[in-house]
């Protein structure tokens, strides 16, 4: 969800980014869900890079632009150079010019750190425009509808493809990838979870950057304190450990709920994550939700039948992870209600939060000077499911162990080369040079950077070829990023990944049912009548689009 100038959610609404104006907020979301075309979807909500930076970005400032983090300050670790200088004569892109958009928050940082080297071994020139996130993706989107070439490249979100892809306005770089003249980067050395993400329809789109994925988080001081051991068995009944199902995930927020989690004095509580509408709820929702509804007999049936686009969203197993949502937020302080992304951190970074789930981001912020958790933050996959509810049977299916689901939520920012670029092989270039290993190694190690691990380099064996002490002299915490590496291995390695919603109108799909998980969240309906109305909205979208063109698209994302 983009924010207006004013603070507030702007809600656009229109087929053509000229046409769109602001409204207010629930009017807004009631005229977009009901009245308004959705074509222009996959503008997004909010993502977790998405809030403004200042005009220069610069490393070792005194608060993370783009995460809304304010108790922690950045590093200022810069990555190696990796290509040589080309000689004068034979630059291979002289005189010619890159003109890179991307929002101007963290993750923009990696662009500008490229240029001194790009243009010296290439000869060319680079331009990056740093846009606020909600003129990001309208500004690229309105160059490449009029075929002006503005732009390049694009630093884009993961579910833009949808409709950059089906309206023919981006190229795919196969013919680029194998090619010697260019910096070489490996996509299989990306694993399955996001290098999924990378293509669309067979054909590679986005050139590897960042790799998005949420996964647990939780106070390992707190879990490995024989006092807390021992009150919460006499409690519970069992042992006190890292929760690898949302049963547990909830017993251990309710004990911890309450107590003094940081020992000022105060009250903290169980969980704290980010459940402001406009923002970032339907993605938590997503990652929890998914192994109510994905298990190994139903891999893909999670959003929309394929054959029929007909909505899944209310689907039995949906309906009761929305359930087990709302009865989280009573072990969070009520104000999580009104929470982003950046205050849900800060929360947590502060010591008062037991558990939180969320991106990559936050274990890097976590090792950051200010941070009251560096050194006890432990991190594992989302939890499971003794079940879920296989959506193609119709019926419920008992599992022996957690059911556990991957996932890539998020924008997972990547590099995409505009269908009108004048210079698409100097735009590979640049984008095949940040995605190279020398650099994508120190941009995980940072992590403040919004670029987060997700490659066989990132992590050390036995999971990958990686090395701890490139974390380590990063100044991470050594059981930390230990947690941290193995939660994120094991999330993006797993079999079962939560589906990705890569469609025309995915915005308003997802703005549809941000609106009504706030309504269960708060209270005002229950799960299921929730999900139903989302359902009701999904359908409408659906059929606005057109229903022909929604399941061949859809069908393509999947690779059906």
């Known amino acids: 969800m983009k924010l207006s100038n004013a603070g507030e959610p702007d809600i656009r609404a229109s087929s053509h980014p000229a046409d769109r104006g602001a409204m207010s907020w629930w009017l807004g979301i009631l005229l977009a869900l009901l009245v308004a075309p959705a074509s222009r979807a996959s503008e997004p909500p909010e993502s977790k890079e998405a809030q403004p930076a200042p005009a220069s970005i610069l490393p070792g400032s005194s608060k993370p632009e783009g995460t809304g983090v304010t108790v922690v300050k950045t590093g200022d670790l810069i990555p190696p150079r990796v290509v040589p200088a080309c000689k004068p004569g034979s630059c291979p892109f002289a005189g010619q010019h890159v003109t890179v958009i991307v929002t101007d928050g963290s993750i923009a940082w990696a662009i500008p750190e490229l240029k001194g080297e790009f243009e010296a071994a290439t000869g060319a020139t680079l331009t990056v425009v740093q846009v606020p996130f909600k003129e990001h993706f309208d500004n690229f989107y309105s160059d490449v509808l009029n075929g002006a070439g503005k732009y390049d490249a694009a630093i884009a979100c993961a579910w833009w493809l949808g409709e950059l892809v089906a309206g023919d306005y981006i190229v795919a770089y196969d013919k680029y990838y194998d090619d010697p003249r260019f910096p070489k980067w490996n996509i299989d050395e990306v694993l399955p979870g996001p290098r999924g993400l990378l293509s669309y329809g067979g054909k590679k789109y986005m050139v590897a950057n960042d790799h998005d994925g949420q996964v647990m988080y939780y106070r390992r001081d707190l879990l490995e304190d024989p006092r807390h051991q021992a009150a919460f068995k006499q409690k519970f009944g069992y042992a006190l450990a890292v929760p690898t199902t949302w049963e547990q995930f909830r017993d251990v927020a309710e004990y911890f709920n309450g107590r003094d989690l940081n020992g000022d004095g105060v009250p903290d509580n169980g969980l704290g994550i980010a459940l402001k509408p406009g923002t970032h709820s339907m993605f938590n929702f997503m990652s929890l939700s998914a192994p109510f509804v994905i298990g190994p007999d139903n891999p893909r049936l999670y959003w929309f039948d394929p054959k029929t686009m007909k909505p899944l969203i209310d689907s039995p197993g949906h309906v009761r992870a929305l359930e087990v949502l709302v009865d989280l937020v009573r072990f969070g302080p009520r104000e999580m209600l009104t929470w982003d992304m950046g205050k849900s951190w800060d929360y947590f970074l502060a010591g008062r939060a037991a558990l939180t789930f969320t991106w990559g981001d936050l274990g890097a912020l976590s090792q ?113 990023i230990r947690d941290y590496l193995r939660a994120y291995s094991a999330n993006f390695g797993n079999r079962l990944q939560s589906p990705y919603l890569r469609v025309p109108g995915a915005y308003s799909y997802w703005q549809a049912l941000d609106v009504h998980l706030a309504e269960a969240e708060s209270g005002q309906l229950s799960p299921e009548a929730a999900l139903k109305a989302a359902a009701v909205d999904f359908e409408e979208i659906t059929l606005r689009l057109g229903r022909e063109r929604q399941r061949r698209t859809y069908r393509a994302s999947m690779g059906l």
């Open 368 to 480: 950051q000077e200010g941070s009251q958790v560096k050194g006890k933050v432990g991190s594992a996959p989302i939890p499971g499911t003794h079940g879920y509810y296989n959506i193609a049977q119709g019926k419920w299916v008992k599992t022996g162990q957690p059911n556990l689901v991957g996932n890539t939520t998020g924008g997972s920012w990547a590099g995409v080369i505009s269908k009108y670029s004048k210079a698409p092989e100097a735009t590979y270039y640049l984008l095949a040079l940040m995605a190279s290993k020398e650099k994508s190694q120190v941009y995980a190690a940072r992590g403040w950077d919004g670029i987060d691990p997700g490659r066989r380099f990132h992590f050390p064996p036995p999971n990958g070829s990686g090395r701890l002490d490139t974390y380590l002299k990063a100044g991470w915490d050594e059981a930390d």
